[in-house]
């Protein structure tokens, strides 16, 4: 999971096709900018099990301290939903993909010899 970093807003409704419909906002509440940020949606049954789960990765990138909005259609509504982020890169200022365990760059002669 992606940590307190993180935080999603969502809400479900059905479309008139009969389709899912999850809408709402990834907040970044980070400096820094991600990128391949994935979604988990627990479909959830009437008693709260776990149905399904679907991942969505988003197509934008979140800038740090912003948010994005997003829209993932599910064929088969079910009875009520959990929304998380699963995954996702930060990106440092030199637009290097950093994983979530590794530390920012603070050196500046480092990251200008590596460009």
Known sequence: MAGPSFHVEWSADTGRDGAAHINGFVYNDNDRPADRLVLRI????????????????????????SHARFVVRLDDPAASYNVSVE???FVDW??????????????????????
């Open 42 to 65: 627990d479909e959830l049954d009437a008693s709260g099990r776990l149905v399904q789960t679907v991942l969505k990765e988003l197509d934008d990138s979140i800038a740090g301290l």
């Open 87 to 89: 995954s996702l890169d």
């Open 94 to 115: 030199a637009r290097r993909p950093l994983s979530l365990d590794e530390p920012p760059t603070t050196d500046t002669d480092q990251v200008l010899a590596s460009s």
